[in-house]
């Protein structure tokens, strides 16, 4: 699995900002928020917005706070520390905050399966992410689309597991000049098809190998 884009960090970063609003638009709606793209903009821009719930809006806010995060500190590890940072940004005010950045506690339920995820152990979840990380025979690309989809199967946290998991994949895709991991609005009912059907084989071969196909953006400069 190549890397399809050989950007520098610097070109990566100005090709997401570039497109913020709109993988940001995307990833709301991946998680079930009813948000258009111009109310994304609205928000994106601190204008008001009627018609949405606060929660909503706060949401919208939190993965603009989450990317900012990713494009201007270039400095921070890929480590369990930047994942809980990132559950943290996208989840503040949206759950209670003892729970920002904690691994859960509370069995959880997951829509159109009945497949439940087993509790995360901090000290499993830090070893599996460094085998994950140090796959010296892989591209980037393919380690990063492996980590989001890890994460999302693991479900470390009561809420916002597929935005992190995505943020925290791009993040990775984007210091090695990867491009952009983003789910198209008319292939997020397919990709919640096959993520379910990942969740409950544990095979991600068939979702790995559609999302390198169908949900990597950038240009080759």
């Known amino acids: 699995m190549e890397n399809k884009y050989k950007l520098t960090r610097e070109q990566n970063v100005f090709i997401a900002k570039r497109n913020i609003?709109?993988?940001i638009w995307k990833s709301a709606n991946l998680e079930?928020?009813?948000v258009t793209y111009p109310e994304t903009q609205a928000i994106y821009d601190g204008?008001?917005?009627?018609?949405l719930t606060v929660d909503n809006v706060i949401a919208i806010n939190n993965l603009k706070y989450a990317?900012?995060?990713?494009?201007?500190e270039e400095d921070v590890n890929n480590d369990f520390k930047a994942i809980s940072y990132l559950h943290k940004l996208v989840c503040d005010?949206?759950?209670?905050e003892e729970n920002l950045g904690k691994i859960r506690t509370t069995p959880v339920n997951i829509g159109g399966t009945k497949w439940q995820p087993s509790f995360p152990i901090e000290s499993q979840i830090k070893e599996e992410l460094e085998s994950l990380l140090n796959q010296s025979e892989k591209t980037k690309t393919e380690i990063a689309i492996e980590i989001m989809l890890w994460l999302m199967r693991r479900q470390m946290f009561i809420d916002g597991n597929k935005r992190v998991a995505m943020l925290f994949a791009n993040k990775i895709m984007i210091e090695n000049g990867c491009?952009?991991?983003t789910i198209a609005q008319e292939n997020q009912t397919l990709f919640l098809e096959k993520l379910i059907n990942y969740y409950e084989t544990g095979d991600n071969s068939d979702l790995k190998k559609w999302i390198y196909e169908t949900s990597i953006d950038g240009i080759n400069l």
């Not at 204008?47 to 018609?51: K, S, T």
């Not at 005010?93 to 209670?96: A, D, P, S, T, Y």
Request: hydrophobic share 60%; glycine share 16%; charged share 10%.
């Open 21 to 23: 609003v709109d993988y």
């Open 179 to 181: 491009g952009i991991l």
């Open 67 to 72: 990317w900012q995060f990713i494009l201007e």
């Open 93 to 96: 005010k949206l759950v209670f």
């Open 32 to 34: 079930g928020i009813a």
């Open 47 to 51: 204008g008001i917005v009627n018609g």
